[in-house]
């Protein structure tokens, strides 16, 4: 594959529209035509997988971004062809466990029954989002808080009930070109998560991005952006 003319799909996470990877498309467009997937329709993993491969080049680079990691994930299960190389960024393969399942199942019930008092990320959920030295960044911080109210208490309540499936075979299986990447800091799918996925497949290449949380493209996007670089020639 050439890399000057390859097809690159971008996933972001949740509450995550195409502001996340502007940086990323900016720097990237003398490699490759990038396409953000949209994860907002569909109220299950695979209804979501679909509409993504439907708007799809033929083939093409596949980034996922924490849920996008998922949605990755699903779209390796059915369309495995489709993929010419693939990265996982702050994401996980293991399945939800029915405490964490209990919980997302609460917060969507909350953001739909009274829509008014959702504002996207509050505080708490910044903290645990980005990393403590990134909390005063306060260009940082209304970057998030718009794109997260943007998108609304519908799109995270739709998106809070996805399955979170176990990606272990779909990983194993794989033999083309892996970047995993993660923020040193990250509390939401900390370097060990990660670090699992790479030991899954030996050519795998791992990034470890210090200073940084969950939002690595937000947070370090010059790192995310060269690790990228880097991939898609490999």
Same mark, same amino acid.
């Given at each position: 594959m050439s890399a000057a003319? +390859?097809? /690159?799909? /971008?996933?972001?996470?949740? #509450?995550?529209?195409a502001a996340l990877w502007t940086a990323q498309i900016d720097a990237l467009s003398d490699q490759a035509r990038c396409q953000v997937g949209d994860l907002?329709?569909?109220?299950?993993?695979?209804?979501?997988a679909d509409a993504v491969l439907a708007a799809a080049p033929a083939t093409f680079a596949l980034a996922g971004f924490s849920l996008g990691g998922y949605v990755a994930q699903q779209i390796l299960?059915? *369309?495995?062809?489709?993929v010419e190389r693939l990265? /996982?960024?702050?994401?996980?393969?293991?399945?939800?466990t029915p405490e964490r399942l209990a919980q997302r199942q609460a917060l969507a019930h909350s953001a739909?029954?009274?829509p008014g008092l959702f504002h996207g990320?509050?505080?708490? #959920?910044?903290? +645990?989002?980005? *990393?403590p030295s990134r909390l005063h960044d306060h260009a940082l911080l209304?970057?998030?808080r718009a794109m997260t109210t943007?998108?609304? *208490?519908?799109?995270? *309540?739709?998106? +809070? #009930? #996805?399955?979170?499936?176990?990606?272990?075979?779909? /990983?194993?299986?794989?033999r083309k070109p892996l970047l995993v990447l993660c923020g040193a800091d990250d509390a939401i799918t900390p370097p060990a998560l990660l670090a699992e996925i790479a030991a899954l497949v030996p050519e795998s290449r791992l990034v470890e991005i210090p200073d940084c949380g969950h939002l690595s493209p937000l947070e370090q996007p010059r790192a995310v952006t060269d690790a990228l670089r880097e991939w898609l020639v490999e």
């Open positions: 003319s +390859s097809d /690159l799909l /971008l996933l972001p996470g949740l #509450l995550n529209d907002t329709q569909g109220e299950t993993l695979e209804a979501v299960r059915v *369309a495995p062809e489709r990265a /996982l960024l702050d994401t996980s393969i293991r399945a939800d739909r029954t009274t990320f509050g505080e708490k #959920l910044m903290h +645990s989002y980005v *990393a209304d970057q998030v943007r998108l609304g *208490a519908e799109v995270f *309540a739709r998106q +809070s #009930l #996805l399955a979170r499936l176990d990606g272990h075979d779909v /990983l194993l299986n794989w």
